[in-house]
């Protein structure tokens, strides 16, 4: 048999086995192969004003859009992007200065682009020209954003009723089994 | 800071090691009446229920832990031997120990696991039988909060209900449980101590799927019962204190320790009356090893030359399999281990290896995210997610043990102020015909249901589970602690811990540890010793 490439690849990554401990199931998006940058300033820590909170939820909340995952399977809120976004910027090692980096790219780019045309460039921009701090921003905000999205229940979009990440709530109750058996 | 001050200091009992060994100890200990008991840690504090942490695990490119920087590093071993150990990732340094990462697997050992020697003429029998342990095992599975399901006919026959039901199989299951009753072959639960309801204060499971760290600590994790004992005035835990040797007042009598405060650089002996080792396979014997006198040329308990040998773990197979549609979209929802099969766990395989199959809960495992950051359209992620996909079965063998495989100190230390260690394996544990005889074992349930075999083989070499490097026995001559964890030649030192015991099965070790350490601490605690 030849396995579908990245079926494949999700195993061969794992490079133990999960005998008497547990493994990270891969849920986030980068490969471990890929070059790492640093944290810019992870020792600066700080609390994002709401309306910048709100743009990044906006950033955040185009993944259902462009890729046609309609909002009745999020539960990807404000609320609880508000709660990530401060716990990630008010703790060590601190998010403030690469969100803010996010949000002034944004800002970069809507003045160009318009708002919608900034946040579809976010998502596909153009590897030739990257933004200002660019590997920063697609390594610890975009990418972190879709794995948000897809653990905070969009992942039932693809007919799963539990996804690592997500709280599904008491498993021997067989009322609200959170899982298909 | 003066790195070559020593100041002393007392305690009654002196526990090294922060792990599930030395915290059910201090535990039995304390409830029996004993005070001033003091533990004694190499690592430090490590966040647990933490929710930014856990946001980490679940959002970060690498699934970033708090406690991924205790692992060890290349340069803190080296190896050699048949299959050279890569202890990387293997275990943790820190308060709670390695049961702050474990996946909470616990099976019993089987009736048999208990006489390697007799049944097969190889390695050595435990000093006791399944029965005499069995009521330890109860005891071992209401402390940890084991949940599952009791098998008609099972033989590692039980006297008593585990404490909480286990969850109903998956959906994803039900191929493999297909494949095995075509073949006639046994299933069932894998025991997980993972609350199904809430237990010993801990709430339920709410199948965050995040088992490598719990956001509500619904499994047990080795910070648990540090933390209950947090209040106790008769608990004392010093983290960041390395112990660098035993002190010896007498060939039969440790007076206590000595450590190094890391966070100062200073040098500090702690006195006390009854010494309990519980740092794991590795440091023990090591521990032991370097701490030579005049009384123990050769180390403490080490005048047979048996510490450190005997060296063992599981070696670890897996084989894939699959199909090239999956409309029902099968897909890992659980993830925790469920279901599992002992088909071959058996006194039949024991001679060679037995092994303890369980279907991986990875896989298969359609990461939407990824594919959307790789660039895929909406179409193209609903095709992968209906389009070919693997399962993977895997399991554990039980191993043979040898003299020649052993573990010693290397030269230098690790940032941990521990002697770095030396693996030294030149025996192989289960020979190369059983790892594909098992193989086979697996090909042959994916050919019952249809799927194409993929890959198959043997994991490296973690050393998850290592042990018997202070193998309990009968006498001297063949292991380094008796039936109550004491060192043979001493009257106040005990190893509690996988180190002590003289073989493993196919099955995941941590609950016979408990129910090892229960069985000794009531032995040892009847006989009423002066330090409780």
Not at chain 1, 36 to 63: C, F, H, K, Q
Not at chain 1, 136 to 164: C, D, H, K
Not at chain 2, 131 to 139: G, H, I, K, T, W
Request: charged residues 15%; aromatic residues 12%.
């Amino acid at each position: 048999m030849e396995p579908d490439n990245k079926q494949q690849k999700l195993l061969e990554l794992r490079k133990h086995p999960s005998y008497g401990m547990m493994l990270n199931p891969l849920l986030t998006v980068l490969q471990p192969t890929e070059d790492m940058p640093p944290l810019p300033n992870p020792g600066t820590t700080g609390s994002l004003v709401p309306g910048d909170i709100t743009t990044l939820y906006n950033i955040a909340s185009y993944t259902g859009f462009f890729w046609d995952i309609p909002n009745s399977f999020s539960a990807f809120t404000l609320e609880e992007l508000t709660e990530f976004v401060n716990l990630k910027t008010q703790i060590q090692p601190s998010y403030f200065t690469v969100y803010n980096q996010a949000l002034s790219l944004y800002q970069l780019l809507s003045n160009e682009f318009g708002p919608q045309g900034a946040l579809s460039f976010l998502y596909t921009p153009n590897p030739l020209y990257p933004p200002p701090n660019w590997d920063a921003v697609r390594w610890y905000v975009i990418q972190e954003f879709l794995s948000m999205f897809i653990t905070s229940g969009n992942f039932r979009f693809y007919g799963w009723v539990n996804y690592p990440g997500w709280m599904g709530g008491p498993y021997n109750d067989p009322s609200h089994l959170p899982y298909r058996t | 800071m003066n790195k070559n001050s020593t100041a002393t200091q007392e305690a009654n009992v002196i526990i090294v090691g922060s792990g599930i060994a030395g915290s059910l100890v201090a535990n039995m200990l304390l409830a029996a009446g004993a005070s001033n008991v003091v533990m004694l840690e190499a690592g430090a504090d490590i966040p647990m229920e933490d929710h930014r942490s856990w946001y980490d695990a679940i959002s970060t490119a690498h699934n970033q832990l708090p406690y991924d920087s205790t692992y060890d590093l290349q340069g803190d071993f080296t190896s050699s031997g048949v299959e050279p150990w890569n202890i990387q990732g293997g275990r943790i340094i820190g308060r709670g120990g390695s049961t702050i990462h474990w996946g909470g697997w616990t099976p019993r050992f089987m009736p048999e696991d208990f006489c390697l020697k007799t049944n097969t003429g190889l390695g050595i029998d435990w000093p006791f039988a399944y029965a005499d342990l069995e009521p330890y095992y109860c005891l071992a599975e209401q402390y940890l909060g084991v949940a599952g399901i009791t098998q008609e006919g099972q033989r590692d026959w039980r006297s008593q209900a585990y404490p909480m039901a286990g969850p109903v199989l998956p959906l994803t299951a039900q191929p493999i449980i297909s494949a095995l009753q075509q073949s006639g072959y046994i299933f069932g639960n894998m025991p997980v101590a993972r609350n199904t309801v809430t237990y010993n204060d801990k709430p339920q499971c709410i199948t965050t799927g995040t088992c490598y760290y719990c956001p509500i600590g619904a499994r047990f994790t080795g910070n648990q019962p540090l933390d209950k004992l947090a209040s106790n005035p008769n608990f004392t835990l010093m983290l960041n204190s390395p112990v660098t040797s035993l002190v010896m007042g007498a060939k039969n009598t440790v007076t206590g320790v000595q450590y190094l405060d890391t966070t100062t650089g200073q040098t500090q002996i702690m006195s006390g009356v009854a010494v309990f080792l519980c740092s794991g396979a590795f440091e023990i014997p090591k521990l032991m090893q370097l701490s030579t006198s005049a009384f123990w040329p050769d180390g403490i308990g080490n005048d047979n030359d048996l510490v450190g040998r005997y060296l063992v773990a599981n070696p670890y197979i897996y084989c894939s399999g699959g199909a090239s549609t999956n409309p029902e979209l099968l897909q890992q929802e659980l993830n925790f281990p469920n279901l599992c099969s002992r088909q071959w766990d058996t006194p039949e395989e024991q001679a060679t290896g037995k092994f303890l199959m369980n279907m991986s809960y990875e896989a298969p495992l359609v990461n939407p995210a990824a594919l959307m950051y790789e660039g895929n359209s909406a179409a193209q992620i609903a095709a992968t997610v209906t389009g070919p996909f693997l399962y993977e079965l895997q399991g554990g063998i039980s191993p043979t043990p040898s003299y020649n495989n052993r573990v010693t100190s290397a030269s230098g230390t690790t940032r941990y102020a521990l002697p770095r260690t030396a693996f030294n394996t030149p025996d192989e544990i289960v020979s190369q015909d059983t790892i594909n005889r098992h193989i086979n074992n697996m090909i042959q349930l994916y050919e019952n249901i249809g799927f194409t075999v993929g890959k198959s083989g043997a994991y490296p070499q973690r050393g998850d589970h290592a042990s018997s490097t202070c193998r309990m026995a009968t006498t001297d001559s063949d292991g380094v602690v008796d039936d109550t964890l004491k060192v043979f030649g001493t009257d106040n030192l005990y190893v509690a811990s996988n180190a002590a015991l003289p073989t493993i099965g196919a099955a995941n070790l941590t609950l016979t540890l408990v129910a090892t350490i229960m069985r000794a601490m009531d032995k040892i605690l009847n006989s009423r010793p002066s330090w409780v």
